[in-house]
């Protein structure tokens, strides 16, 4: 070999060793951003990219694998946040499959793995599960009772995050026994699942986060990872998490484990465990591929989110043979359906303006099909986001979606663009008052700075004002309110209060019953509680949750403006940017007039409740929470009851409240009243209490 060859392949070795260098950099980089911020960076497509040509260059050349490359662990280490939980059995990650003739190689694979052990190999069965897109964990059950919960970390040790997981409605908590009722229960038992955020309660999520001007999340897996993680149980319920159940290890020798993965997943279901009810047992690969042809429309149908098919050999002795590589389980693979994007026309660019001020840049499309729907608009977020993208009226774009509320452009295809194209300038002014854009800080978002003025913020904030979180005014919707404002009837919400029914038939298509129902429907919000008062106002970061926390601490309006922002931040799970809000929120002139006006026309909140006479004071200095439902009376007659009596009903257990009254079905708060050591009082109790006799 001469000089110049050797040289020529030192050159290589040094390309290919940088490249595996960068892509193992890269990978973990994502993947801190993926499993342990709920935060990622790029596509799960983009994502497998990367993983498989790193897996690819060290296939072709092993001597240049690192020893802690990305290919030979699982996900990131966990969290130094939660408790750590070093798992039983590892929990691995998949490999995947992008096509269906890469499952017959996933198969071949098999086959010769078996012969090389010298085992008969007959026909393989298998089982194919709908790939749920949310975080795996760990379920520990002790003598059927729910002991541990962990998330994957990095396939040996997990975070332990079992009082968030004993807020999801759907896990079990003790576990039926799978035979006859004399049989016992295993000592130990090992489930492992897949924790989702159904398609409802992500939107309803995302919605809300629009409503505040915060980013909504991507998609439900980031959505259901960020959830678990929060450090307030409480915030983790009001997430509406869901579990599916799809594996299990019996680790003593109490009920003999089944040797078929599809028997075990009927074992799972009479144990109580929820799972996904279309797996299907395969005969063979035909069947296997079958179904995933099956399913890639008819998963959109689904209430959650799915991304592809897991298959498994059935048989669990295989497993046992089969063993696994350091990244994955060698007898399952996950088969990925193609990414949810589509390319259409961008025909103009709109920017709204919210009621905080934010100025969204909103891509109206060329309607296309896209995960069952027909797409005809997509954010484009922010300023920064189309500078990056360069993106243009008249551009042939990429245009994702995975469950958001509004999809996005994720890239622009610069051989479609239009010879004339011009470059697309974020505005200055405010696109509905003229007023100079501000942006603050480190904030991606320009703001509309005129706050009381600015039609669109004044139009939006009474909107949010009426929504079904708030102070929820049937009858009186977006239609309305732009009839209201053009005649110059309101101005903002405590005008709402002063309406008249001869105003009101002023109006187009307002008769004389609707313009009652109407009036009806805003006396009536003036006696909403506390929480959606709060929510009502429009506090920046003053979500649901939020405005919740502060009802349960401050118990009236007046207590909140006059509160410091030390005394807001205090407030657990209130921290010091919402304080800050919330402080300057009750420091503006236009503010504290709003709040004056709300109190002389009867919006309060709290006290002056019609039918809400004292009757006594035995529970003054008490504060109840109400969970589940309860039977001799609703929840509203069940409040009333407690104010009467001189006593507060809040909404959220905390470390102040005395007694939490439990229904039937009483869901999360019972989990968290329990850990913090408060009296819980069933229905009977309650009425007993309240002096009503049975």
Known sequence: MSQLEKLSDWEETARVQERINWLSRQIEHHRFRYYILSQPEITDEEFDRLFRELEDLEGRYPRLRNPDSPTQKVGVPPSTEFGQVRHRVPLLSLANAMSLEELDKWEE?????????????????????????????????????????????????????????????????????????????????????????????????????IAE????????????????????????????????????????????????????????????????????????????????????????????????????????????????????????????YPPEEAETLIEDVRFEVGRTGAVTPIAWLKPVKLAGTTVKRASLHNADQIKRLDVRIGDAVVVRKAGEIIPEVVSVNLKRRPAQSEVLHYPTKCPVCGAHLERSGNEVAFRCPNTAACPSQVRRRIEHWVSRSAMDVDGVGESLIEQLINAGLIKNASDLYRLTKEQLLTLERMGEKSAENVLAALHASKKRPLANLFFALGIRHVGQGVAELLAGRFDSIASLAKASKEEIASVEGVGPTIAQAVAEYFAEAPNQSLIKELEALGVTGEGGEEGVQPVSQELAGKTFVLSGTLNTMDRTSAEKAIKRRGGRATSSVTKKTNYLVVGDNPGSKLAKAQELGITVIDESGFRSMLGIAD
């Open 213 to 336: 001007d915060e980013p909504p999340f991507a998609n439900p897996r980031n959505a259901a990872s960020g959830a678990l993680r929060q450090k307030d149980p409480r915030q983790t319920a009001k997430r509406n998490l869901a579990f599916f159940a799809y594996g299990l290890y019996v680790t003593d020798k109490t009920i003999k484990e089944p040797l078929s993965h599809f028997e075990s997943l009927n074992f799972l279901k009479k144990f109580g465990f929820p799972v996904e009810v279309h797996g299907r047992f395969a005969k063979n690969m035909q069947e296997v591929k079958d179904y995933c042809s099956e399913w890639e429309q008819k998963r959109h149908e689904l209430p959650y989110q799915t991304d592809g098919v897991v298959i498994k050999a059935d048989n669990r002795l295989l497993w046992q043979a089969l063993g696994a590589t350091a990244h994955s389980p060698r007898w399952a693979v996950a088969f990925k």
């Open 109 to 209: 694979r098999l086959v010769r793995a078996l012969k090389n052990q010298d085992m008969e190999v007959g026909p393989l069965n298998y089982v194919c599960e709908l790939k749920i897109d949310g975080l795996s964990i760990a379920l520990t059950y002790r003598n059927g009772l729910f002991e541990q919960g962990a998330t994957r970390g990095n396939g040996e040790v997990g975070e332990d995050v079992t009082l968030n997981l004993k807020t999801v409605v759907n896990l079990p908590y003790r576990l039926n026994p799978p035979g006859p009722a004399e049989k016992p229960l295993p000592e130990m038992l090992e489930v492992r699942g897949e924790i989702y955020m159904p398609k409802a309660s992500f939107e309803a999520l995302n919605k809300a986060l």
